[in-house]
């Protein structure tokens, strides 16, 4: 189900925690089955219980839970733009529409092309760089006025 080069990274999480503990890991788990499958299936997140000697369900509802972990398939890059508040009142919704025009998408869909899809996050932790939006859940991007959304999508569509 996971290359062996995934299992290894979920092998070295699983270290981290006491050996009756590995279902400690699984966050780390599935965030490494995303990477290596672009989403998680249902057989996928199954596939982890049973790897932490866990119930499917306990994992499943990690995966619900965090807005991180994606259950259907997304585009090659997701963009996740908060609009909590803090990022509200600095330009979040503005930015949030922008992007919604630019790429002729809503909330939770994924361009024609497969490029992008959008989703809707909660605070990420960084209310003084707002308006901020994190692509594929690892890089941050502040500040993200109209010029900066053109540069960054050029840039991804390279």
Not at 4 to 33: F, G, H, N, T, W
Not at 36 to 56: H, N, Q
Not at 62 to 71: G, H
Not at 113 to 121: M, S
């Amino acid at each position: 189900m996971l290359s062996p080069e995934s299992l290894k990274k979920i092998d070295r999480e699983i270290a981290k925690y006491p050996v009756d503990q590995k279902q400690s890991a699984c966050m780390s788990a599935l965030r490494i089955a995303q990477m290596e499958k672009g989403w998680l299936a249902k057989e996928t997140i199954e596939f982890v219980a049973r790897y932490l000697d866990m119930p499917s369900i306990a994992a499943y509802e990690v995966a619900t839970f965090y807005n991180m972990y994606d259950l259907t398939p997304v585009g090659a890059k997701k963009i996740t733009i908060c609009t909590n508040l803090p990022c509200v009142l600095s330009g979040g919704v503005h930015a949030a529409e922008y992007l919604k025009k630019k790429l002729g998408i809503d909330f939770n869909e994924t361009t024609a092309d497969g490029l992008f899809t959008l989703k809707e996050g909660e605070c990420m932790g960084a209310c003084g760089d707002a308006p901020v939006l994190l692509l594929n859940n690892h890089r941050m991007c502040s500040w993200m006025t109209e010029e900066k959304i053109d540069q960054l999508l050029a840039d991804l569509k390279k």
